[in-house]
């Protein structure tokens, strides 16, 4: 099992669709996580920081189930513009410096 | 503005050479790291600093270098001995080393074998 997991998709959704991704991890060593967006040919950049339970912003809910070991992003009323790929990060118990480290993405394309 | 500055951000290599990728950083951050991304892949991790003139190796260093002998800087150098440097790769940094911190990105520079 990989130590932190997301099904790469596509996804494929309509404009003002409901998506939801989840992204599992093995042994976290922290309170935080974090969901980033990734562009085609760009940096990654936050999207959301996910403490405790969960959080929302906008269009955009990111939520923690730790006994479960997974973080899930829900983005409500999909735009063109969330096409992109989501990374989700963890900081993995064990890994020098408790390291962030990544998943390897899920890509979304939402269509008009 | 404060940010994480990454040059170039096209590189040609031909084989056998050594390429130095600059980061630089005036987000007065103490880690810095270097990842690389394979097209459709996630970020790996080649490098990372917690502090001035220490560094530690990732998960894929063979073949790659770094220097930390300022706060702001923490150059990469992809050697010869780096068999596949096609990539594109992304320099990052946080506040401190804590799992805690969000993680800032340069705008990544995209090296290619010729």
């Known amino acids: 099992r990989k130590e932190v997991e997301q099904d790469p998709g596509p996804f494929n959704v309509p404009e003002g669709a409901t998506v939801a991704f989840n992204c599992t991890y093995s042994?976290?060593?922290?309170?935080?996580f974090f969901w980033y967006r990734q562009d085609c040919r760009k940096e990654p950049k936050l999207l959301m920081s996910v403490y405790s339970s969960g959080n929302e912003d906008g269009r955009f809910t990111a939520q923690l189930n730790r006994a479960s070991q997974y973080i899930s992003l829900l983005i409500r009323d999909s735009k063109l513009s969330d096409s992109a790929t989501y990374l989700c990060?963890?900081?993995?118990?064990?890994?020098?410096?408790?390291?962030?480290?990544f998943g390897g993405g899920t890509r979304l394309m939402v269509k008009p | 503005d404060g940010g994480i500055t990454q040059s170039p951000k096209y590189l040609f290599r031909k084989e056998g050479q050594n390429v130095t990728l600059s980061c630089e950083q005036n987000?007065?951050?103490?880690?810095m790291y270097w990842y690389r991304q394979d097209p459709g892949q996630g970020l790996r991790l080649i490098y990372y600093?917690?502090?001035?003139?220490?560094?530690q190796k990732g998960d894929i260093a063979e073949g790659y270098s770094v220097s930390r002998e300022k706060k702001e800087s923490f150059p990469l150098t992809v050697t010869s001995a780096q068999k596949n440097p096609t990539a594109f790769y992304l320099c990052?940094?946080?506040?401190?080393?804590?799992?805690?911190?969000?993680?800032?990105f340069g705008e990544g520079s995209w090296l290619t074998v010729v």
């Open positions: 600093s917690q502090i001035v003139n220490d560094f």
């Open positions: 987000l007065n951050h103490d880690a």
């Open positions: 042994n976290s060593a922290s309170q935080s």
């Open positions: 990052a940094s946080t506040l401190g080393g804590s799992s805690g911190n969000t993680i800032y």
């Open positions: 990060v963890v900081p993995l118990k064990g890994n020098a410096g408790n390291m962030l480290t």
